[in-house]
């Protein structure tokens, strides 16, 4: 079955360390996302691809960092710039439709040690 | 700034009992609605969208949403719930124009449907 495998799914980061969460999908899809989820709060989009070798920031970037270099593949890198990293994160992906994310990862809950 | 407000955070039902789940937001100009659910375990998937058309909107297991613009609202229904859709529900709406068009997300109603 096509779906998105997120990993880990817990991380613990020390303080001044960057970590990379993993995403892959096997769903063909075009474009890509990155959401941050926190107690009371919505879902925020930290980053989006489009397409291969091209992303955008969302509304939360600061801190974080992406590539896109295979259409299966992106991950994301919380760097020390990010003073609260600790969050679950949700990676998603569409066939086209910018910002209107279909299917979903299980999510990696990142703390910091 | 636009927002997405989901009214009810718990709503706990009966087998059969009929669900609403309300969901407002506030923008004035063209907007897309989508309603997603994430069962227990499972990830998070989208239950149903409107863009355009039609203002009722059919999606899976029998859900539906109608779009009311008058009242900036997306309600999602159900005439008789289950017990597997015990699950948590977000409304999101994508809204804002050109480049600051984004997707704006509830904080989600936790529905439990008792057998």
């Known amino acids: 079955d096509g779906g998105i495998t997120q990993s880990p799914k817990y991380l613990f980061r020390k303080e001044g360390q960057n970590v990379t969460l993993s995403c892959e999908q096997n769903l063909n899809h075009d474009a890509m996302y990155w959401y941050r989820q926190d107690p009371g709060q919505g879902l925020r989009l930290i980053y989006y691809?489009?397409?291969?070798?091209?992303?955008q920031k969302g509304d939360i970037a600061e801190g974080y960092s992406v590539s896109r270099e295979k259409k299966e593949s992106f991950p994301l890198t919380v760097t020390s710039a990010q003073k609260n990293p600790t969050a679950f994160y949700l990676c998603?992906?569409?066939?086209?439709?910018?910002?209107?994310?279909?299917?979903f990862g299980d999510g990696t809950r990142l703390s910091i040690l | 700034a636009q927002s997405v407000s989901q009214h009810n955070h718990h709503v706990i039902l009966s087998e059969a009992a009929s669900l609403e789940l309300g969901c407002n937001y506030s923008y004035g100009g063209t907007v897309n609605l989508f309603w997603y659910v994430q069962y227990p375990g499972q990830h998070l998937q989208l239950l149903l969208k409107?863009?355009?058309?039609d203002p009722l909107v059919k999606g899976i297991k029998g859900f539906e949403a109608e779009f009311i613009k008058s009242k900036f609202s997306f309600n999602l229904r159900k005439p008789s719930v289950q017990w597997s859709d015990t699950a948590e529900y977000f409304c999101?709406?994508?809204?804002?124009?050109?480049?600051?068009?984004?997707?704006?997300w509830g904080l989600g109603t936790s529905l439990a449907v008792n057998p």
């Open positions: 409107y863009f355009s058309g």
């Open positions: 691809s489009q397409i291969v070798n091209d992303f």
């Open positions: 998603a992906s569409s066939p086209g439709q910018v910002k209107t994310p279909q299917h």
């Open positions: 999101a709406v994508n809204a804002g124009a050109g480049n600051n068009r984004k997707l704006i």
